[in-house]
C-alpha cells in the first residue's frame, strides 16, 4: 500500500521560509520504483479548491510551477531517499492552506498539475503564514 507523509509545515512569518518533505512508503507494491513516479504539491485554503502548485517528472528533467508561486518556490526530489522537496521563500498570508503531496506513476514527460491526474495523495501538512 502506497502512503504518503508530508512534514516541514507549521507557523511562519510573512516573508519567511519552509521546507516541505514527503516520505513515501510502499511504492514497490505496483511492482515500481520511486524513479518510476512523477511528484506534485498541491494546497488547499479553506473554502478553496484543492491547486496544484508544482510538480517534477520521474527523470527530474521537467518541473512545473505555478504562476502564482514562480519564483518563490523549488521542487527537487531525492531518489536515494524516495523523498520529493518542496522549498517555499518570502510567504505571504495568501499561501496559508494545507499542503499535500502528490505521486502519478508516470515515466513520461510531465507530472501532476490537476488533481484529477493524482494516483496517490498524502494527509497534508497545514502551512500557516502569520501577517
Known amino acids: 500500500q502506497v502512503q504518503l507523509t508530508e512534514s516541514g509545515g507549521g507557523l511562519v512569518q510573512a516573508g519567511g521560509s519552509l521546507m516541505l518533505s514527503c516520505t513515501a512508503s510502499?511504492?514497490?507494491?505496483?511492482?515500481?520504483?520511486?524513479?518510476?513516479?512523477?511528484w506534485g504539491w498541491f494546497r488547499q485554503a479553506p473554502g478553496m479548491e484543492r491547486e496544484g502548485i508544482s510538480c517534477?517528472?520521474?527523470?527530474?528533467?521537467?518541473?512545473y510551477y505555478r504562476d502564482s508561486a514562480k519564483g518563490r518556490i523549488t521542487i527537487s526530489r531525492d531518489d536515494d531517499k524516495n523523498t520529493p522537496y518542496l522549498k517555499m521563500n518570502s510567504k505571504t498570508h495568501e499561501d496559508t492552506a494545507m499542503y499535500y503531496c502528490?505521486?502519478?506513476?508516470?515515466?513520461?514527460?510531465?507530472?501532476?498539475?490537476?488533481?484529477?491526474?493524482?494516483?496517490?495523495w498524502g494527509q497534508g501538512t497545514q502551512v500557516t503564514v502569520d501577517s
Open positions: 502528490a505521486a502519478e506513476p508516470s515515466n513520461g514527460l510531465g507530472g501532476p498539475e490537476e488533481p484529477a491526474e493524482v494516483d496517490y
Open positions: 517534477i517528472n520521474w527523470s527530474g528533467t521537467y518541473t
Open positions: 510502499g511504492l514497490r507494491d505496483r511492482g515500481l520504483a520511486f524513479d518510476d513516479y512523477a
